[in-house]
């Protein structure tokens, strides 16, 4: 199975200021096929669903804000948010689809300093 | 617009049995893959289980593999998840997903007690 391992646990950041979060991959998530890294993030808001931020590592989905980016290649990856704003108080998480089981990270809370 | 709603939750003793069903629309349900994933009290994600259009290809956690059982209806649009000798640990949130490669769409989710 393949581990997923983000850092930190926990994270705040003053309004405005940037956040990252790291993700490892306990191997590579490229495929050899189509070149394509099957590496997602999630952003968990309380007392809602999950909802899907970036996927192929990069791609940034449709409505979600371009302070959002995510980076990285192979085994190591990372979500930025570039001026953070009080609505994205959440938990991010990472997801690796390459393989089955499909594997989550432990998750990073967002708060604000 | 994609909607995923489930339902059958509740509260089960341990040892017990809950069937999950998850209703599909606004997209082509038949041609897309699905998934559970759950979410425990004061933890995060777990994938479960995933289903392949035709139900020919289906994997699972090793947590749930021989007590839980994913199926789907395509003529009703409809995905199910039957979860047998239930236990404490089982306790969480159930979502539905769709499965564009990642899981591009969330249902609202349901929730499992297991607890005597």
């Known amino acids: 199975d393949i581990v997923m391992t983000q850092s930190p646990d926990s994270l705040a950041v003053s309004l405005g200021e940037r956040a990252t979060i790291s993700c490892k991959s306990s191997?590579?998530?490229?495929?050899?096929?189509?070149?394509?890294?099957?590496l997602a993030w999630y952003q968990h808001k309380p007392g809602q669903s999950p909802k899907v931020l970036i996927y192929w590592a990069s791609t940034r989905e449709s409505g979600v804000p371009d302070r959002f980016s995510g980076s990285g290649s192979g085994t190591d990856f990372t979500l930025t948010i570039s001026s953070l704003q009080a609505e994205d108080v959440a938990v991010y998480y990472c997801q690796q689809y390459f393989s089955f089981p499909r594997t989550f990270g432990g998750g990073t809370k967002v708060e604000i300093k | 617009e994609v909607q995923l709603v489930e339902s059958g939750g509740g509260l089960v003793q341990p040892g017990g049995s809950l069937r999950l069903s998850c209703a599909a629309s606004?997209?082509?349900?038949?041609?897309?893959?699905m998934n559970w994933v759950r979410q425990a009290p004061g933890k995060g994600l777990e994938w479960l289980s995933y289903i392949i259009a035709g139900s020919d290809t289906i994997y699972y956690a090793d947590s749930v593999k021989g007590r839980f059982t994913v199926s789907r209806d395509n003529a009703k649009n409809l995905v199910f998840l039957q979860m047998n000798s239930l236990r404490d640990e089982d306790t969480a949130i159930y979502y539905c997903?769709?499965?564009?490669?990642?899981?591009?769409?969330w249902g609202q989710g349901s929730v499992v007690t297991v607890s005597s």
């Open positions: 606004g997209f082509n349900f038949k041609i897309y893959s």
């Open positions: 191997q590579s998530v490229l495929h050899s096929t189509d070149k394509r890294t099957y």
């Open positions: 997903t769709t499965s564009n490669h990642y899981l591009d769409h």
